[in-house]
């Protein structure tokens, strides 16, 4: 098996506005879409990234431990930037932390099961073993 894609919900009412977040900020480009989901893609990435519309009403009050996670030299502004762009939609938006070099981005009225991580990259340097 080769890993492919990784797949989350968002309200289905502010779907739109995080896949206009992740295109127009992020440079995430579509790859295909159905009315329920979208599949995504970071140019530079070889994993894709799925969501599908969800009237969940009760949030997973544990989803901070299930991220898209992202790397940059500047975690915290990167995402409080996400954060001023979501609030000028309308959108609540809190930054946390989980270290300081560890942060997430909680948009808790779209994002149903996970948050936005951002950490500096070298938090990604697992010496991989193959």
Not at 53 to 70: E, G, H, P, V, Y
């Amino acid at each position: 098996m080769r890993f492919n894609h990784t797949a989350h919900r968002l309200d289905t009412w502010h779907f739109e506005t995080v896949v206009e977040m992740l295109r127009d900020e992020l440079g995430f480009v579509i790859l295909r879409r159905t009315e329920r989901s979208i599949w995504l893609r970071q140019p530079g990435s070889n994993i894709d990234l799925q969501f599908s519309r969800s009237a969940t009403a009760n949030r997973d009050a544990d989803k901070q431990r299930s991220q898209i996670s992202f790397l940059s030299e500047t975690p915290e502004a990167a995402l409080r930037a996400l954060a001023a762009w979501a609030e000028a939609r309308g959108l609540a938006a809190h930054v946390g932390a989980y270290s300081d070099r560890e942060f997430y981005l909680d948009l808790p009225e779209a994002f149903v099961d996970f948050v936005l991580e951002a950490m500096r990259p070298e938090l990604a340097d697992y010496e991989v073993k193959v």
